[in-house]
């Protein structure tokens, strides 16, 4: 696990100040969407290896979300990122 | 109105004692800071925290970027919600009596520190008045810098009397004294 995690409002810090909610890559679908839809985005994950964002909270922190790119790998951090700013530029998308 | 349970200060068992002359390295605990936590609305945020930092008296430690604290060892409860009443677009409540405000001071102090945080407290990163929210002896604090070798922390009231003592474990080897700031 990546021991140390650039927070962009606190700084870089120790991995115990966060809590790992999951994968920040699924998109939620429309309310009227199909169930199957639904299912996929609540029940079904993949396991990937390598590169996969995330959604950490800096807990002990500013206490914001984060959505982290790192590699479950080679615990190499790609970048850290606010998640109402990773909203905004997937929404652009 | 906040119930006022500092008639009594919740580190008074821990300091007791014999010993009266503070050390060069000295923990000084604040018997009645005043206390505010002001959160900024969206859009207002560097407005709020651009006059709580040119406030007087009132030092302004960071959280996020919409949440900050207000603190004063100077001006009443008063006077500073006064104050944050004038600030557009700032909610902001009392909570002197959920925080505990310790200042810590001495040459040593960035090795006692460092005892305790898992933050580099160089100059160069952490620089006079910069504050932040980070991990204290496994609590939630508020650490900011006020000068070279003067530290300022900002604990949850209930988890005051385990950092308490494990600052002052932390400073044991480093002669750490600890007293109320009177």
């Known amino acids: 696990m990546a021991s140390l995690i650039t927070c962009p409002h606190c700084g870089t810090r120790p991995k115990e100040e966060f809590s790992i909610r999951g994968a920040a890559a699924p998109k939620r679908p429309a309310p009227a969407a199909k169930d199957e839809v639904w299912h996929r985005y609540v029940y ?44 905004r530029v997937r929404g652009v998308e | 109105m906040p119930i006022n349970l500092l008639h009594r200060h919740v580190l008074e068992d821990h300091i007791s004692g014999f010993e009266t002359n503070a050390n060069p390295n000295h923990l000084s605990v604040i018997r009645r800071p005043v206390i505010f936590s002001v959160l900024a609305h969206a859009g ?8 709580l930092h040119n406030a007087d008296d009132i030092a302004s430690r960071y959280c996020s970027p919409s949440e900050f604290l207000a603190v004063s060892q100077t001006r009443g409860a008063g006077s500073v919600a006064e104050f944050l ?48 929210a980070m991990m204290c002896c496994h609590v939630a604090a508020n650490v900011a810098r006020t000068g070279r070798n003067t530290f300022e922390l900002l604990v949850p ?24 700031a009177d």
């Open chain 2, 157 to 180: 009231r209930s988890f005051a009397g385990s950092v308490f003592d494990e600052l002052m474990e932390a400073g044991s080897a480093h002669a750490l004294t600890r007293g109320f």
């Open chain 1, 44 to 87: 079904v994950r993949d396991n990937p290896k390598g590169r996969v964002l995330e959604y950490w909270h800096h807990v002990a922190g500013c206490r914001r979300w984060l959505v982290v790119d790192r590699d479950n790998f080679t615990h190499e951090v790609f970048g850290v990122m606010d998640a109402s700013d990773f909203e």
């Open chain 2, 85 to 132: 009443t004038a600030i557009p677009g700032a909610s902001f409540v009392n909570q002197s009596d959920g925080f505990v405000l310790m200042a810590i001071s001495g040459p040593s102090v960035r090795a006692i520190l460092s005892k305790c945080l898992a933050v580099d407290l160089h100059p160069d990163t952490f620089g006079e008045g910069h504050s932040a």
């Open chain 2, 44 to 51: 207002y945020e560097a407005a709020v925290a651009e006059a």
